[in-house]
């Protein structure tokens, strides 16, 4: 059974930074593309990644609302994908997904194909 987990959230205050992680068991990384979404509680979940490393080739990509502000980089020794955030602002309080899609080596895909969801951790940003 494939299960993803994203840990490391928590409180910090605006203009704080946090490191985000995304593991897994019953599956490998290896060839796939991780992208991390988020959701604020009683909203849709946003409708792109945030951002997304294909760990074949290290290419990364980050949507305009973090561009410049987080960092996705991957540990394929551990099996771990980061997501680094940094000006945290109060905008940016979420609960935090990691995804892969169903299929390897397809690079960054457009949302509606991430198939394997990981249990969210919580991003509180205030002061």
């Known amino acids: 059974e494939v299960q993803l987990q994203a840990s490391g959230g928590g409180l910090v205050q605006p203009g704080g930074s946090l490191l985000i992680s995304c593991t897994a068991s019953?599956?490998?990384?290896?060839?796939?593309?991780i992208g991390w979404f988020r959701q604020v509680p009683g909203k849709e979940r946003e409708g792109v990644a945030l951002?997304?490393?294909?760990?074949?080739?290290?290419?990364?990509w980050y949507g305009d609302s973090v561009k410049g502000r987080f960092n996705i980089s991957s540990d394929n020794a551990k099996n771990t994908v980061y997501l680094q955030m940094n000006n945290l602002k109060v905008e940016d309080a979420a609960i935090y997904y990691c995804?892969?899609?169903?299929?390897?080596?397809?690079?960054?895909?457009?949302?509606?194909?991430?198939?394997?969801w990981g249990q969210g951790t919580q991003v509180t940003v205030s002061s």
């Open positions: 995804a892969a899609p169903r299929f390897s080596y397809t690079g960054c895909v457009p949302e509606d194909e991430y198939v394997y």
């Open positions: 019953g599956f490998s990384f290896d060839g796939y593309a």
């Open positions: 951002a997304c490393i294909d760990r074949v080739d290290g290419s990364t």
